[in-house]
């Protein structure tokens, strides 16, 4: 059975799990640091979560529910848990209790994985936004990571797709931008 469950404090060996996953799953200039991860439990829109299967863990998500859209900033899947469906299951979860659209970051189709990666979400029925985008820093000396917008269920139009932008550039990276 597919459970999703809070990560709410962090010495526990379950978040000490999840968090190895996170670590190896996102280069250091796509995450956070431990004490910013930890500072973040106490937000109200954001969640930590781990995916369990058959008792274990299988994976993490980091998932912000806005009023007016949902960001999935982290999904990863265990390596021995991969291409055995579990993906697909916890995306169709997470679009049945999320708040549209669902919209998440990607890196450029130069890579066969990032490639995989889009061809997967796509099947998922995600559409590749074709506006400039780039992932603020997580820290100062930390670089923007130029990426692009996923959503579901829809494209999202220009004006859509700055609002977004502009919460996730406030909110999420604590930046602000002219």
């Known amino acids: 059975m597919l459970s999703l469950q809070p990560l709410r404090t962090r010495p526990t060996p379950e978040f000490a799990q999840a968090w190895a996953l996170y670590v190896k799953a996102f280069p250091p200039e796509e995450r ?3 004490m910013q991860q930890e500072a973040l439990l106490t937000n109200k829109v954001y969640q930590f979560l781990s995916i369990r299967k058959d008792e274990s863990l299988a994976g993490i998500l980091g998932v912000w529910q806005f009023p007016a859209f949902t960001f999935l900033e982290h999904f990863a899947i265990s390596p021995d848990k991969r291409e055995k469906g579990l993906g697909r299951e916890v995306i169709a979860m997470l679009q049945e209790i999320s708040n549209p659209p669902l919209v998440l970051e990607v890196e450029f189709p130069h890579t066969p994985e ?3 990666r889009i ?6 029925g995600f559409h590749l ?5 780039s992932q603020p820093p997580y820290a100062s000396g930390k670089p923007w990571v130029p990426l692009h917008l996923m959503s579901w269920p829809e494209r999202l139009e220009a004006r859509q797709f700055e609002e ?3 919460r996730l550039y ?3 990276y604590q930046v602000e931008t002219t």
């Not at 936004?129 to 985008?133: C, E, M, Q």
């Open 32 to 34: 956070r640091s431990i």
């Open 114 to 116: 990032a490639t995989r």
């Open 119 to 124: 061809a997967f979400y796509e099947r998922a």
């Open 129 to 133: 936004n074709s506006f400039a985008y």
């Open 164 to 166: 977004i932008k502009g």
């Open 170 to 172: 406030a909110k999420v």
